[in-house]
């Protein structure tokens, strides 16, 4: 139950229920019962101490403390502290550590940092410990408070190691890996992600190849080059996981030098990531031998789509290096058919205006409008000159 179904609950009882609490208990507390028939919070305090299941009562309370302290209540430490005793009488450890959590995240609304990580590092539960102070971490975060989230997330990375079951661990040190990220420490990302990778090298399972992946263009991207390779060979070989494998190539040619680089670009199967690969060296390390390279690459995809993609991005790129002639010049001389030729001006000219380039835009519409305006197919010149027209619109008719 929710932090708002429990307060709603609790109101609606009273509402139905206070003309007929007449017992002698309740009546000693005049101040209490009066304030609860004009104030929702009140009330619901006054229902939830009522309840007689401890788990219950503690739950209750730790959401209506929570909520008081958001809104400065007066009673909220009485809310806390009914929520601490009842969660002392919580017996089964793994619903105590889960009240914990969530009277951890309390008291950080409460403005109590270091009683927030004191509660959730008391969690008997190695798995929910963790949880918990991942949850601090996330909460400091938000409220750019990065030295004690950055406490929480070595805590609860050291604490990682305690939990026994493998799926678990790895989602722990993911979700770590992650705030880390967040966080732009390159030294925990570097200690997250090698765990990762550590702890799989001993036992694969195919399930979390989506993580290896993560990991690997984790450490790629900080410049972990070592471990990146060791997660490229847990993916197994290009025909076994391609995509994963591709994504980890690009993310390493991005940050690694050109002679591993291209040893690596060998590796790739499909000839479109090849292609972008080969762009992103040729932007890395601007040379006559470099653009050739991406060119010829480019000219290799076998899928029409595609290459049409990788021609537009490639455009672009010599557009935003070298100025809208060089590109243009490029896409004349790079054998595209008429009607590739067109399309590649076209999504050319939309790049332009994404940019801010508007007069970029002007030069390849015209010559599309042309080529378009020739097409010796009816329904293909139509198709193309409707696109034109579109970009025109957009343009204010320019």
């Not at 040619?253 to 000839?271: C, T």
Request: glycine share 6%; with cysteine; hydrophobic share 45%.
């Amino acid at each position: 139950m929710n932090r708002w179904m429990m307060l709603s609950l609790c109101c609606f009882v009273y509402g139905c229920g206070a003309p007929v609490l007449k017992s002698k208990k309740l009546t000693q507390r005049p101040s209490l019962k009066t304030q609860a028939k004009t104030d929702l919070q009140t009330a619901a305090l006054f229902f939830a101490e009522k309840i007689p299941h401890s788990k219950d009562r503690s739950a209750a309370l730790i959401s209506i403390y929570e909520l008081m302290a958001q809104n400065k209540h007066p009673l909220t430490l009485r809310a806390k502290q009914g929520g601490r005793i009842a969660l002392t009488q919580v017996k089964d450890l793994w619903d105590k550590g889960r009240l914990q959590a969530n009277l951890s995240r309390a008291l950080l609304v409460d403005s109590l940092p270091m009683e927030a990580v004191k509660e959730a590092e008391s969690i008997v539960i190695p798995g929910a410990r963790t949880s918990a102070l991942i949850q601090l971490a996330t909460l400091f975060m938000e409220k750019e408070m990065e030295t004690p989230a950055s406490t929480c997330l070595m805590r609860a990375f050291a604490d990682a190691d305690e939990i026994t079951e493998l799926s678990e661990k790895i989602s722990q040190l993911n979700k770590i890996a992650e705030l880390f990220v967040t966080g732009s420490s390159t030294q925990g990302q570097l200690g997250a992600y090698g765990k990762i990778i550590e702890i799989l090298e001993a036992q694969m399972a195919p399930a979390f190849k989506g993580i290896v992946s993560q990991a690997a263009i984790g450490l790629a991207r900080v410049g972990d080059e070592k471990n990146a390779q060791r997660a490229l060979a847990l993916l197994g070989t290009p025909k076994q996981a391609q995509e994963s494998t591709s994504r980890v190539i690009l993310a390493l040619v991005a940050h690694l030098p050109l002679d591993r680089s291209e040893r690596l670009i060998k590796r790739l199967v499909d000839p479109y990531h090849r292609a972008l690969a080969q762009m992103t060296l040729a932007q890395r390390f601007p040379s006559e031998a470099t653009q050739q390279n991406a060119e010829t690459a480019i000219s290799e995809i076998y899928s029409e789509l595609s290459r049409i993609k990788a021609g537009v991005k490639w455009a672009s790129l010599i557009q935003n290096s070298q100025g809208p002639e060089k590109a243009q010049a490029w896409i004349s001389q790079s054998g595209w058919d008429r009607e590739n030729k067109a399309s590649v001006l076209v999504a050319l000219a939309k790049t332009a205006i994404a940019e801010g380039q508007r007069n970029w835009a002007v030069a390849p519409l015209q010559k599309a409008l042309n080529i378009a305006a020739n097409h010796p197919n009816l329904w293909e010149r139509a198709v193309q000159l409707v696109q034109i027209a579109e970009i025109y619109f957009q343009g204010n008719g320019w």
